[in-house]
């Protein structure tokens, strides 16, 4: 008993390393080790909870030597949340060592209840990461994957009641700069439509994407900001999933193609002024092409569109009429490339 007591004394010691400028040094296997002792701590706790005379000799040994506020045996059951929650406000801990403690605080062993502290410490966690910059600046892969599954962590929290999430989802997002933000949401609804998320239900997967969906598409602009921003084809895999984005994003294109004008000097379609076309040719031409190369539905939804948009504009059979008839037959040639690769 006499040396449990003395590792109890330790504690102290690791609570005010945590806030202090020496865990600059701490690599990720350092942070683990941290770590494992505040577990240790925390299953201290829970074996001498119902034993009065163990928890008050734990109490004494904690309170030895320490001025204001000392630690009591209550710390030890939410030792591991306290020091993430510690370590997350120290601004010395090193970028790799801090992108370890995020994941071992998402990913935390609580029960299906988890207090108060857990969701603390994992929100801290959320909050930490969406604001930094500090974290893996020239690997924005990895980083936005964690961003997104931080902000699926904290929707799922919330999942229970509707509509909790809009309370908070907007301001959160617009605290990043806006290709980051888009992208983050962007890999959330993919993860949640079937690349990764193997635990949700489709109920619960449409109640954490609906707010997602509503940030993104309730604003015309943001909406319209977010299809300039990412690129034609996660675009094109977000239509293919969510046939709410996919409606809002071909309307979108249509609007944007209708600002293009036919130069016969130039022999091709121009912008009809500097601001009034967001797209190009080119660029407009890749998005419908990449929108038909997702599943069927998707090429058959995105081709009924077209031609819809072409009979509307006089049916045009030849070039440099009617911008969808070119569009059409832009797509239905990359269509048959893509059938017959050695014509």
Known sequence: MEAVLGQVAELPALFAVSRSVQVRDWDPPTLDRALDWARYFQHLHDRFRGRPRLRDAVGR???RGQRGSPLSFYHLGACSELL???LLENRALPPTACRRLLQRLLQGEAGPEPGRLVLLARRKAASRLLESCALSPSDPGPRVCVEAGLLLCRLREDGREAGAALGWLGPVLEQLPRPRAFAVVAE??????GDGDSTASGAEAGSVADPLLSWLLEDPHRF????LLLSGALLASLADRYARLSRRYLDLLAEWGSQLLYDSLQGRWVRSGPEEAKLCWEELRERFVCLCQGSVQLREQTQ?????????DGDFQVRGLSVWTDLLLEVEKDLRKKQSPNV
């Open 61 to 63: 040994r904690l309170r």
């Open 84 to 86: 993430g929650l510690a």
């Open 188 to 193: 959330a609804l993919l993860v949640l439509q």
């Open 224 to 227: 319209s900001v977010c299809c």
């Open 304 to 312: 009924a569109a077209l031609k819809l948009l072409k009979a509307q």
